[in-house]
């Protein structure tokens, strides 16, 4: 199989739905004549012209507004947020309207809409091109909220996004866009959303993480599996809605559970796991529920050393399976 | 009934805003595209709105119907529009919560329209989970998601896209109050739609005020269509207490809007209840800006012009508002012997399958 990049898978995935489906189409700033800033929709408008490769005017709010109006008409767009950072602007379109669209119209409406949003830091992106915006969505109901770590989960969950009648929060770790590279089929395939990935099988302790840290939490597995802590490492891959099964049917076999992420500690997906495993293996749990997240700070700070102690990293999350494995 | 007599246009304010009009030469006589049986039906429609209207004030008072936004003073406007829009016949519409006489007029009953301010079973936009007629009727090709002033504008604005990208003729009627147009969302939408000459008339019914914040506190100008000019399209004033000049605006605007792009409309209205049955407007404005603006109601300026005109006895008026009020109060019975909804509605529909 060859190996791909995520940037390059995620720009696939696209490819392939807009030639599948004349109503797909992406939307937003600098997307058409430079083909993204990260070159996610590089060649679309030479390939689908420019309604289908459109470089809207630097308005984040109509950006959001103007594609769920689309999706009313019956398009399927997919409208890029430039950087996380700058997703507020929208979010009045996005969490105040698009999550409500189809309850407040008692299901005569729905929302096929994917909305791209590079986000995550260790990049020295400072307080506004390193955020962490998964926690706002996840909190509510009406969108699904999507996170892949590698190119070929991000393949195949964002085609598989493209396809729902809802609105889809997808997320993809601006540093694991060249950073990561993974075996891609050539033949389509789809992924399922809302299912975890169980990445390495362990017995001891479960860990749960998903995006950039995900790559850190197979690493630190690697480095503690020669001291003998036999790690297993759950992408949630899908923050919502959450595979509630795979985590706990995990946490049930190794009856320890640390999650990890970059986004702040406090109201973050990991609280939400945590209170999940504690309704649900309760009985079964033989240490803390532990979390390993960016602590509550605003975002990242731009100084290395600054970042550095923000970010959770390889070294952090074999420290903390040490500790929680000596229960 | 005689054939109505040639009607003196009046003085009109089209094109004073910037100083474009949309191009339709007004000929002195009958309205243009209007018949006597047009006049007559906005007639009837502009009295069953007004007794629904106040039924359902007054049934706020009794407890039974728990918030309503009156649309007494709008209706000429709004009915203008609708005709307008009804007569061209390929328009898609995003109301706002004061429009209640375009949504009842495009096609509810006056029993699907009491169903939904009581929150009944078959209340048709949001099966009772919105406030009264919110959320969206296709049917009627109707869309108001939101109570959030000015977030449906942009929606607007990319359904006319859609419906572009589609190669449809359609051309979209987005609403919004005065107090919508500071909106930076209202900005964004009208300069999208600027850029990519959408088709999309904005329909603006400036009442002077949004709650209790008058014009003065809103903007720094007179005429808000004035804006228009700096998203690069017409922005036209229009009498909104005059239906003919609301619907002849409309329909000029739809045109332009279907040829050469988007269209700002602002139809100057009266506001003649407080803002919502939740408001007291004693608290910020005299009772005789009230009693002043309540001479030109158009449920009474109409009539009286069309008994100008010779299109309406006082005998048929009077069988008109007879047969509206027979109209609210059956409907009124239904609604209130139907069902609320199964608390078990509360789950569903939060996902498309
Ligand atoms: C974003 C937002 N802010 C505040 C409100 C509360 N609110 C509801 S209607 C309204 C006034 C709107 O005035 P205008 O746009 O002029 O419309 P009108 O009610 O006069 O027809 C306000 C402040 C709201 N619904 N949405
Ligand atoms: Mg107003």
């Given at each position: 199989m060859p190996l791909k990049s995520v940037i390059e898978a995620v720009r696939e995935a696209m490819l392939e739905e807009m030639r599948r489906d004349e109503k797909v189409f992406v939307m937003g700033e600098d997307v058409g004549l430079r083909g993204g800033v990260f070159l996610a929709t590089q060649g679309f408008l030479e390939e689908f012209g420019q309604a289908r490769a459109l470089d809207t005017p630097l308005a984040e709010a109509s950006i959001m507004g103007i594609a769920l109006g689309a999706a009313f008409r019956g398009l399927r767009p997919i409208p890029e947020?430039?950087?996380?950072?700058?997703?507020w602007p929208s979010v009045n379109q996005l969490i105040g309207e698009a999550a409500r669209v189809c309850y407040g119209t008692n299901g005569a409406l729905s929302v096929p809409m994917v909305v791209r949003i590079p986000y995550g830091g260790g990049i020295r992106g400072g307080l506004f091109h390193s955020?962490?915006?998964?926690a706002y969505f996840c909190h509510t109901p009406g969108l699904k909220v999507i996170a892949p770590a590698t190119p070929y989960d991000a393949k195949g969950l964002l085609k598989s996004a493209i396809r729902d009648d809802n609105p889809v929060v997808f997320l993809e770790h601006k540093k694991t866009y060249r950073l990561v590279r993974g075996e891609v089929p050539e033949e389509e395939y789809l992924l399922p959303i809302g299912k975890a990935d169980v990445k390495r099988a362990g017995d001891n302790v479960t860990v749960v993480s998903y995006g950039l840290m995900l790559h850190y939490c197979l690493e630190a597995a690697e480095v503690v599996a020669a001291e003998g802590i036999d790690v297993e490492v759950v992408d949630?891959?899908?923050?919502?809605?959450?595979d509630k099964e795979t985590v706990v049917e995990s946490v049930k076999k190794t009856a320890k559970l640390l999650i990890v992420h970059e986004d702040n500690l406090t109201g973050g997906v990991g609280a939400e796991v945590a209170a999940l495993v504690a309704d649900e293996a309760f009985e079964y749990l033989d240490g803390p529920i532990t979390r390993l997240c960016?602590?509550?700070?605003?975002t990242m700070p731009f100084a290395q050393p600054l970042e550095d102690a923000y970010m959770p990293n390889t070294e952090k999350v074999a420290e903390a399976l040490r500790k929680l494995a000596a229960y | 009934m005689t054939q109505a007599k040639p009607r003196s246009p009046k003085?009109?304010?089209?094109?004073?805003?910037?100083?474009?009009?949309?191009?339709e030469n007004r000929a002195v006589g009958f309205p243009e595209g209007l018949t006597e049986q047009d006049l007559l039906n906005s007639y009837r429609q502009m009295v069953l709105v007004r007794k629904t209207d106040e039924r359902v004030w007054m049934m706020n008072r009794q407890g039974k119907v728990p918030i309503a936004a009156s649309c007494q003073g709008h209706e000429a406007a709004q009915l203008g529009s609708l005709l307008a829009a009804q007569q061209d016949g390929d328009c898609f519409l995003f109301p706002y919560y004061r429009d209640l006489a375009i949504k009842m007029m495009v096609g509810l009953s006056p029993t699907q329209v009491m169903l939904s301010f009581m929150g009944?079973?078959?209340?048709?936009?949001s099966g009772a989970r919105q406030f009264p007629l919110q959320g969206a009727d296709l049917e009627h090709r109707v869309i108001q998601i939101s109570n959030v002033v000015g977030a449906g504008l942009t929606q607007a604005v990319g359904y006319a896209l859609g419906c572009r990208m589609l190669g449809d003729d359609t051309v979209v009627l987005a609403y919004l109050g005065d107090g919508a147009t500071s909106q930076g969302e209202t900005h964004e939408a009208m300069n999208f739609a600027g850029v990519h000459r959408l088709p999309v008339v904005f329909v603006c019914e400036n009442n002077r005020y949004a709650i209790s914040v008058p014009q003065s506190l809103q903007m720094a100008i007179t005429d808000v269509a004035s804006r228009a000019e700096g998203y690069g399209f017409p922005g036209v004033v229009v009498d909104g207490m005059d239906l003919v000049q609301s619907y002849q605006a409309t329909r000029e605007g739809i045109k332009h809007a279907r040829s050469q792009g988007p269209v700002f409309l602002e139809m100057k209205v009266e506001r003649l209840m407080p803002h919502t049955t939740d408001d007291d407007d004693r608290r910020y404005r005299g009772d005789d800006e009230v009693e002043q603006a309540r001479l030109r109601d158009p449920l009474v300026t109409f009539p009286a012009y069309l008994k100008e005109q010779g299109i309406l006895t006082d005998q048929e008026a009077e069988e008109i508002n007879a047969e509206a009020q027979r109209a609210v109060n059956e409907a009124t019975d239904v609604a209130e012997a139907a069902s609320p909804p199964d608390a078990s509605d509360m789950l569903s529909h939060v996902y498309a399958p």
């Open positions: 947020v430039e950087f996380a950072d700058f997703v955020q962490n915006v998964e949630l891959r899908t923050l919502k809605p959450l960016g602590p509550d700070v605003p | 003085t009109s304010r089209k094109g004073k805003a910037t100083g474009k009009s949309t191009g009944k079973v078959g209340e048709p936009y």
